[in-house]
């Protein structure tokens, strides 16, 4: 089955510095890679997607970029600002009638001031 | 508007005891899916079901059940509790996809289970 490994565990970064987070996955035939950031004692939200026919996408200060080839995506946040401060989860899932989404183990990001 | 609620929101119970945890979704998603969540695991696929009467076990479904009786409810139950499932569990639904990609899930707030 998927699996799904995310780097770092935590990461510290001066506000207005830009934040990375890695995951590589095992199965060639994923197609969706979301991410969802979820805040202290909240429910994990949807930031931004990527499907497999696309190799970035950004939304505003988000970024993702997608590699089928070596089977990485990565997140990239540009100017951090404290409300960026939360659990980061990148996922892997299959087409459809199978997209049971595999989730990484989470990368908790710290905003400095 | 539309959306996923879970009760109860937290629930304390004894070893040895039967607990269901309820997943109600009113967006009439066919794909529901239990989650639960431990530090240093993330979020880890316990059951999931892709409409009425479909049910499949994920990555960790040892001691646990569902059942699906119509397109809202996905009712989580721990036949006897252990110390080793107390934690967050989350509902979440989506409602297919389109060309061969899945759409979204969407996470209801959580249910905090203490089993002492």
């Known amino acids: 089955g998927e699996n799904v490994e995310q780097h770092p565990s935590t990461l510290s970064v001066q506000e207005g510095d830009s934040a990375v987070i890695k995951c590589t996955y095992s199965?060639?035939?994923?197609?969706?890679f979301p991410w969802y950031k979820q805040e202290l004692g909240k429910r994990p939200q949807l930031i931004i997607d990527?499907?497999?026919?696309?190799g970035e996408k950004k939304d505003q200060r988000i970024a993702v970029t997608l590699n089928k080839t070596a089977k990485h995506f990565s997140l990239h946040i540009t100017e951090t600002q404290p409300e960026d401060s939360a659990v980061y989860f990148c996922a892997a899932s299959r087409p459809i009638r199978d997209d049971k989404i595999i989730f990484g183990k989470g990368t908790r990001l710290h905003i400095l001031p | 508007d539309a959306e996923i609620t879970q009760s109860p929101r937290h629930k304390i119970t004894e070893t040895g005891r039967q607990v269901t945890l309820a997943c109600h979704q009113t967006w009439n998603h066919n794909n529901m899916f239990w989650y639960r969540q431990d530090l240093g695991h993330g979020l880890r696929l316990i059951h999931y079901s892709y409409g009425v009467q479909d049910t499949n076990k994920g990555e960790v479904s040892d001691g646990y059940s569902v059942s699906r009786s119509n397109t809202e409810d996905l009712p989580l139950t721990l036949e006897s509790a252990a110390s080793s499932q107390t934690s967050v569990y989350f509902c979440a639904s989506s409602g297919g996809g389109t060309g061969g990609i899945p759409y979204e899930q969407y996470f209801g707030p959580g249910t905090r289970l203490t089993v002492t």
């Open positions: 990527i499907r497999s026919n696309v």
């Open positions: 199965d060639s035939a994923s197609n969706y």
